[in-house]
């Protein structure tokens, strides 16, 4: 259980330093423009897409309470045993855009997709918990389909 919790910490906190640090760099005035891509300062005041904006200072409170659920879930029920590295850049990325709630008043944003269409405006953290909820729901499907067999 040691080396699961040392995955899931060190990823976690890896996540957590590398997503602040590149958000210092846009904080500090990094701009960058292509064609498709820009890499420009955005605060998001709300969730994904800026939904719940209007929750103003309750949005980061109501982030942690379901973080710390999620936390309590995964240690309780020792789901953690099989996606530690995976549940650390998910906790990562959380906790990194809830600190910048605290910190800057809204999340540093700073990808924003033009090509074709506008897409959302993201960061490092959002990426890192995206690849975690496909990592846990792909290897979920696979386990649930070895145990079928």
């Known amino acids: 259980m040691i080396r699961i919790l040392s ?3 060190l990823v976690a906190l890896g996540t957590f330093i590398i997503d602040q640090n590149i958000k210092d760099i846009f904080v500090n005035g990094f701009f960058w423009d292509s064609d498709c891509i820009s890499l420009e300062l955005h605060y998001n005041k709300g969730v ?13 409170w109501l982030q942690i309470s379901i973080i710390t ?7 309780y029920d ?5 996606f530690p590295f995976a ?5 990562g990325g959380a906790f990194g855009n809830i600190y910048d709630r ?4 809204g999340v540093v944003d700073f990808v924003a997709w033009h ?3 506008d ?16 990592w846990i729901l792909i290897g979920s499907w696979i386990a649930e389909k070895k145990l079928k067999k």
Request: net charge negative; glycine share 8%.
């Open 102 to 105: 605290f910190i800057h008043e």
């Open 78 to 82: 020792g789901v953690i045993k099989e």
């Open 7 to 9: 995955i899931f910490f």
């Open 48 to 60: 994904a897409f800026s939904m719940f904006a209007s929750l103003g200072e309750y949005v980061k």
């Open 115 to 117: 090509c074709g269409f």
């Open 87 to 91: 549940f650390g850049l998910l906790v």
């Open 119 to 134: 897409f959302a405006i993201f960061n490092y953290a959002d990426i890192m918990i995206d690849i975690a909820i496909l």
């Open 69 to 75: 659920l999620l936390l309590g879930y995964i240690f």
